[in-house]
């Protein structure tokens, strides 16, 4: 697939290079307004996603639509989602001060003061944007492969420059993002999202409670991604009894997964967590051995959700 991210200095009419870009190339279109809109609809909340969050969100966006079209992606900070793509143009429209003052005196029917005014206004708030989304205040060269300059260019010009290298990188004639390549991208992406609570519309779960660990709230989340019902801690199992037949100790699964029939008992990395559970197992299948128990560690969710064919099931 192709993915050419555009992106400028406030004031260098970037969007107006992305979409003749987008029409010279026959390439989709998205920006951040659409990527919004987006948002909206496939994680049903009108509330902006948390800034951490933010770059996950995008990149899961462009992983589906890159199955059915080639993308011109004008926003800040597109650079950094190309990274996952495997056809990738990254360009950064930059130009003086002096003539981005005079872009938005025309753009925007100000006054050079009043210009000047806003454009100092456009790259704070475009630094704070940068540094709470993606950690760092400025975009540097060295991610870029194309740096145009607005001052003796203009944007059809410019446009023209990202069709020819986009051309000669042979982006035009690749296919697009295959189901498994998009299937694969999205569990990292909705395993990152699961950690800010971010989750698509219309839950399955059948039984929440107050979660005794994060870990498990966000295996839940995960879950709730590929629309698999589940409930929390819905049984105990005596696994060990006093001569009078007195429950000494019982074992609580963390989840079970009604369409599966599979109990999941999630753990840590802590060694000695790891074998007082593993002991608890071993108990509950040689008791009852037709109970289905799955150990994960939370490298492991992948494990389960490409094991039981979810990551094709569900477009989020």
């Keep these: 697939m192709a993915l050419i991210a555009v992106s400028g200095h406030p004031g260098c009419r970037f969007e107006e290079v992305a979409r003749f870009a987008a029409q010279r190339l026959g390439f989709e279109l998205l920006t951040q307004a ?16 948390p800034d951490k969050a ?20 004008c926003a800040a900070g597109g650079e950094l989602q190309a990274r996952h793509f495997p056809g990738m143009l990254r360009v950064h429209v930059v130009a003086p001060e002096s003539v981005r003052i005079g872009n938005l005196m025309l753009d925007n029917r100000l006054e050079r003061p009043a210009a000047r ?3 100092l206004e456009l790259e704070a708030a475009d630094r704070a944007d940068r540094k709470a989304k ?28 990202i069709e020819t290298a986009a ?14 390549a998009e299937a694969q991208l999205q569990f990292q992406m909705r395993l990152k999202l699961a950690r800010h609570g971010i989750v698509p519309p219309g839950k399955v779960t059948l039984r929440k409670k107050i ?4 870990s498990e709230e966000m295996f839940a989340n995960l879950l709730d991604f590929y629309r698999i019902a589940w409930e929390y ?20 699964p963390d989840f079970y ?23 608890k197992v071993r108990l509950l299948r040689e008791l009852y051995p037709r109970v289905n128990i799955q150990v994960f560690y939370q490298k492991d969710f992948e494990n389960l959700i490409f094991k039981y064919g979810l990551a094709g099931q569900v477009r989020a």
């Design 233 to 252: 801690e819905p049984r105990s199992f005596p696994i060990q009894y006093d001569p009078d037949g007195s429950v000494l100790e019982a074992f609580t």
């Design 167 to 180: 051309r000669c990188a042979g982006l035009a004639e690749r296919g697009l993002l295959s189901p498994a």
């Design 134 to 161: 993606f950690g760092k205040a400025r975009a540097t060269a060295d991610l870029f492969d194309l740096v145009l300059s607005s001052e003796s260019l203009g944007s059809e010009q410019m446009a023209e420059l």
């Design 34 to 49: 659409r990527i919004r809109d987006l948002a909206g609809e496939e994680f049903g909340s009108s509330e902006p996603a």
């Design 211 to 214: 979660f005794a660990h994060q």
């Design 117 to 119: 005014k806003l454009l």
């Design 54 to 73: 933010y770059s996950s969100l995008v990149t899961s966006i462009l992983a589906r639509l890159a199955t059915e079209h080639h993308i011109v992606y």
């Design 257 to 279: 997964l009604p369409e599966f029939d599979l109990y999941v008992e999630l753990t840590t990395m802590k060694q000695s967590l790891v074998t007082k559970k593993n002991r």
